[in-house]
């Protein structure tokens, strides 16, 4: 039966090429993008499960209010790891991560700049998962002014040539704009995953900041993470970070603000420390300082939305193609019917032919995916593989999903097409019942409104991005060239900026810490006389960056 089945449905599909045509391109088209959205959708949800137990691992944030404005970051300060150890049962490991942007690398007589520079603590490799090739994971950040380089890195310093290559351990790389840290090779690293939600090309010892050795619980610059035993009690975790703040943050305030933390709080400010889930900070963060920008979940709760809805639209437009043939079919339908044929052995041949149509629209997505996994990388900044369609679990889902979509798109003009009766067929009088033609009518008018419903979407989208990119900011961002590093100009600042002047190419030159919108220095501050603390980003500039910038005044005059 199954074989006759296969046999009526394939001189169907040749017999009838050009709708054949229509109905597999549709559903190859829904079914490749409703798969591409899939396919970013599990990369995003796999961000940092390949740790070990991520479950029981959590960063500890910062948290306050300063005069009714709220900040929440996800920074904390660097005695925060070692009294999570000592203090807390529930704890097992906890380890600290530093952060550098646009860190220069320095090898013989050739200079280089990092875009990240991540600084760790002995344990960085028992802690997190990350692959190392090379040297000892217990000692290659021990101590000061050790430096583990990736595999990525390697080859653009020392032309490192693969496993079993070590001629880059031992090496010298000179770090700092001032040549401040001179940091010896001690391990090799694979490069970090793509779905971790932090990654580096080198990691220097902790030990190498100084800044860890101030021990102050109110600067917040490095990223604390902890593992748990299992089944811990979180909520004593919680309670315990409450006790860090009474005990030592409330000491700093009152040494800093001449302040009990009580008074501090009875003024309307506070400060604090939050959890959160390592698994969640990819796409459930929504905290500043982060150490690279995040995904949120309501993109892929909107992503997932846009696949289902193309899905749908694919399989109503395949079932109304298969109800305006029916009057091709209803002659075959009233024959089987007159000789004998059951209605429900009629629904499976049309069910197979369905199925048939999707296995071969599948097949084709599949291929279209791989023609088109490039460019779709470049268009969502992912580094998805194709090879990952060949996770068993992946292709149990393609199964599932072609089953379901098969069963769907075929549904309807299965039963709707053996509905005939076999004496109206044979008569001619074929008419479709009032409930039948409500459902049809129904599908166009939903296929058309979620067509509609995606185009508007796409349209405010649009509105959107280039609304952010025509924003007048408040400064001129245009024609800007930003030069890393000046600082190692020292006291030949100004000549340079001088004979950068001499040239008409140049209308004006400033030096600045940074450039918004980042943010180098946040501090309070209080005015004389008063009893409010105000929080304030603070950027360092020279006279002429009001010229170079372009920024108005609202009051007052700039430098003199």
């Given at each position: ?11 169907i ?7 054949s ?39 500890v ?20 790891a ?64 050790n ?107 009152e ?67 298969s ?30 032919e ?9 097949v084709?997505?599949l ?25 068993p ?19 309807y ?6 509905s ?19 459902i ?8 058309f409104?979620?067509s ?7 349209l ?96 007052g005059?700039?430098?003199?």
């Amino acid at each position: 039966m199954l074989t006759n089945y296969l046999k009526t449905a394939f001189r169907i599909l040749l017999r009838q090429k050009a709708y054949s045509a229509i109905n597999i391109f549709g559903l190859t088209i829904g079914l490749a993008s409703s798969l591409l959205i899939i396919l970013y959708i599990l990369d995003d949800i796999s961000y940092d499960r390949f740790h070990a137990n991520p479950e029981r691992i959590y960063r500890v944030g910062f948290k306050g209010r300063l005069q009714g404005n709220d900040f929440v970051a996800a920074s904390s300060p660097a005695p925060l790891a070692e009294a999570l150890k000592d203090q807390v049962p529930q704890v097992e490991s906890a380890v600290r991560i530093g952060y550098w942007h646009t860190y220069p690398v320095r090898i013989e007589e050739k200079s280089f700049t990092e875009k990240y520079m991540i600084l760790a603590d002995s344990n960085f490799f028992e802690f997190f998962n990350f692959k190392l090739l090379q040297g000892n994971a217990k000692d290659v950040l021990r101590g000061p002014n050790n430096v583990v380089i990736t595999e990525e890195a390697a080859r653009k310093y020392f032309g490192y040539k693969g496993a079993g290559d070590t001629s880059p351990l031992g090496k010298i790389l000179i770090l700092g704009s001032r040549g401040e840290i001179t940091a010896h090779v001690t391990g090799i690293a694979a490069d970090p995953p793509a779905n971790s939600h932090f990654h580096f090309n080198m990691l220097l010892s902790i030990d190498s900041w100084g800044y860890i050795k101030e021990g102050q619980w109110t600067s917040n610059n490095l990223y604390t993470y902890f593992r748990t035993y299992p089944n811990a009690d979180m909520t004593a975790v919680k309670a315990k970070l409450d006790y860090f703040v009474e005990k030592y943050m409330g000491v700093e305030i009152e040494k800093y603000l001449g302040m009990t933390l009580k008074q501090f709080r009875d003024q309307g400010s506070d400060v604090g420390f939050f959890l959160q889930r390592l698994l969640d900070i990819h796409l459930r963060s929504n905290v500043t300082e982060e150490l690279e920008p995040n995904s949120n979940i309501m993109y892929l709760y909107l992503f997932g939305a846009v696949s289902l809805f193309i899905i749908i639209i694919a399989c109503i437009n395949f079932m109304n193609l298969s109800t305006a043939r029916s009057a091709n079919r209803a002659k075959e339908v009233g024959v089987r019917k007159t000789i004998g044929a059951l209605r429900n052995r009629l629904v499976g041949q049309f069910l197979m032919e369905s199925y048939i149509y999707t296995f071969i629209s599948v097949v084709l997505a599949l291929v279209l995916i791989y023609l088109v996994l490039g460019q779709f990388n470049l268009l969502t900044g992912k580094q998805l593989h194709y090879a990952v369609l060949g996770n068993p679990s992946l292709m149990a889902g393609i199964f599932a999903f072609t089953l379901l979509v098969g069963l769907i798109a075929g549904s309807y003009p299965a039963f709707y097409l053996t509905s005939f009766r076999p004496v109206d067929v044979l008569k001619g009088r074929i008419r479709a019942g009032m409930k039948s033609s409500g459902i049809r009518n129904f599908m166009v008018i939903a296929q058309f409104t979620i067509s509609i419903g995606l185009i508007i979407s796409t349209l405010v989208v649009y509105r959107q991005l280039k609304y952010v990119q025509e924003k007048d900011l408040g400064f001129d961002k245009e024609n800007i060239l930003n030069v890393l590093h000046t600082m190692n100009l020292g006291n030949n600042a100004t000549v340079f900026k001088n004979e950068l002047l001499k040239h008409p190419e140049f209308t004006a030159v400033s030096y600045s810490n940074r450039l918004p919108p980042n943010i180098d220095w946040t501090t309070v501050y209080r005015l004389k006389g008063t009893e409010r603390d105000h929080l304030m980003n603070i950027y360092t500039v020279d006279y002429d960056h009001l010229k170079t910038l372009g920024y108005t005044m609202a009051k007052g005059r700039f430098f003199s």
